[in-house]
């Protein structure tokens, strides 16, 4: 199972962008347990955004109010990241995480690729 998130990029303060996070190699059947999205700044360490699970909701206080985070099953997205309101110290590498279960792995975390979002005056 591979991981990608997707959906950086540069904005203003104030914009929105929309991330998402999609699988592959998950086979036809499986489960996404939970998803995470989690940011990493320069010199900073990962810290955690937004999480999802079973429909329950939950994120970082910097965030809350600002960011919404989806379970999607269009296709092979898991999760969508929106983010409204755009400060400056939002600019990250953006992470998703999830936990997947397949037949053949059962039930695994997984870590996608980063995507970078700037925000800028």
């Known amino acids: 199972v591979q991981l990608q998130a997707s959906g950086g990029g540069l904005v203003q303060t104030g914009g929105s962008l929309t991330l998402s996070c999609t699988a592959s190699?998950?086979?036809?059947?499986?489960?996404?347990?939970?998803v995470s999205w989690y940011r990493q700044a320069p010199g900073d360490q990962r810290e955690l955004v937004a999480g999802?699970?079973?429909?329950?909701?939950?994120y970082g206080t910097s965030v809350k109010g600002r960011f919404s985070i989806f379970e999607d099953s269009d296709e092979n997205t898991v999760s969508l990241l929106q983010m409204n309101s755009l400060k400056l110290e939002d600019t990250a590498v953006y992470y998703c995480?999830?936990?997947?279960?397949?037949?053949?792995?059962?039930?695994?975390?997984?870590w996608g690729q980063g995507t970078q979002v700037t925000v800028s005056s």
């Open positions: 995480h999830a936990n997947i279960w397949t037949p053949a792995m059962g039930s695994v975390g997984y």
């Open positions: 999802i699970s079973g429909g329950r909701t939950s």
């Open positions: 190699g998950t086979g036809t059947f499986f489960r996404i347990n939970t």
